[in-house]
């Protein structure tokens, strides 16, 4: 009889069977499938449309559904049902027969996938919080153990003006610490039970929908049943919590990649996350950093594809919105293994303080001091940058730095420089000077780290 044979005479085509059929990927949403109705069986009982006995015996045969579901023994692969709904209850018509065919009362599909995804995202959004978490520390604890490594920092790729390595890894901190908060902005939104809402216009059975809510651990139900069932917003912003967050870690590798460079040779990595060529015996590729950058692609993706899915969908429920399992389970499976990797990477990050020293001196990254100090000596800013920037392309034609040259050179430029400039022009006195809240300075970098050890 299956789903809904009533009122058809002839059986699916095998190519309709699959493009519509679900149960292949959706087999993942089976033990909150299984806890929906167990919530399910309890309301319609309550509701009067089973004895308190039916309800127990349909509870057992549920929870044993649940404990074979969560030991993998669910056989889906030679099932020939549609989709996890149909399996589940297929399964416990299959054990208790005419009983189990009372359960799908009251209920459709749509608010039954509507839940079951809802639950599986919360589940997820929960444990990739922990991923957030790890890579936050890592990053923390790398900061620590190189507390004193100044390196230079860039605009346009263009070395600009040194700063603390710490202060780097904190940077990539407080957008984690954003990623997290989106997160829990999620979670908060999407806290909505849509059971009882039936296929689009609710139900007639006497439902308490936030004794549904409770028992699946939501905290109130959807208050429109057009929109609970058609609803996949959640879906949508999981995607771009997942998308934004991904971005963030492949600007972080993109940035690991060039420090490991041969030309920067700022970091090393670990063996464990690297890869060698099968050609040049000499490589050790950064392979975890670019797939961080690569698999972004996959994962904007998915939420591209979701919302060219959802756009133009009439309320309520469309069979298009089965596409939207696919790609965000494919998105949170890669977005966890990235959270992870990325922190085992940075964990094994090594640093060369003496090369990275060397280049933070180099480019005249202590220009902008030379013009500060000039502003000091009363000039304006603007004329102490054109000095300054006359000074380096006499420096640059020498090939010196800019503290190399003598002081009389520097005072054919202004005579407003003295011997004191030296000490300025220093990387540590340059770095430290910045100590600004929010700076790269020893105080205010040394103290978030600080901060940031509590936290962790
Ligand atoms: N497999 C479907 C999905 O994932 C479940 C809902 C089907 N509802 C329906 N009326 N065809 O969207």
Known sequence: MGLWGGRFQQGSSNMFRQVNDSLPFDKVLASQDIRGSIVWSRAIAKAGVMGANEQQLLEFALNEL???????????????????????????????????????????????????????????????????????????????????????????????????????????????????????????????????????????????????????????????????????????????????????????????????????????LGDAVTSGSSLMPQKKNPDALELLRGKCGRIFGALQGLFVTMKGLPLAYNKDMQEDKEGAFDAVNQWHICLCIAAEVVDTIELDAQRCAQAAKQGYANATEMADYLVSKGIPFRTAHDISGQIVLCAIEQNKAIEELTLAELQTFSAKIDNDVYAVLELEYLVDKRSILGGTGAKPVFDALDAALKEI
Request: with cysteine.
């Open 66 to 268: 649940l404990e074979k579901a969560e030991s993998g023994e669910l056989d889906f692969d030679n099932s020939s049902e549609e989709d996890i709904h149909s399996f589940i209850e297929a399964a416990l018509i299959d054990k208790l027969g005419d009983l189990g065919r009372k359960l799908h009362t009251g209920r459709s599909r749509n608010d039954q996938v509507a839940t079951d995804f809802r639950l599986w995202c919360k589940e997820h959004l929960q444990s990739l919080k922990q991923d957030l978490l790890g890579v936050k520390k890592s990053l923390v604890q790398s900061a620590d153990k190189h507390r004193q490594v100044i390196l230079p920092g860039y605009t346009h790729l263009q070395r600009a003006q040194p700063v603390r390595y710490p202060h780097w890894c904190l940077a990539y901190v407080e957008m984690i610490k954003r990623d997290i908060s989106r997160v829990d902005d999620l979670l908060v939104r999407m806290d909505q039970s849509p059971l009882g809402c039936g296929a689009l216009a609710g139900t007639v059975y006497d439902i308490d929908r936030q004794k549904i809510a409770d028992e699946l651990g939501f905290a109130s139900p959807c208050l429109n049943s057009l929109d609970a069932v058609s609803d996949r917003d959640y879906v949508l912003e999981l995607l771009f919590c997942a998308s934004t967050s991904m971005m963030h870690l492949s600007r972080m590798a993109e940035d690991l990649i060039f420090f490991n460079s041969g030309e920067a040779g700022f970091i090393s």
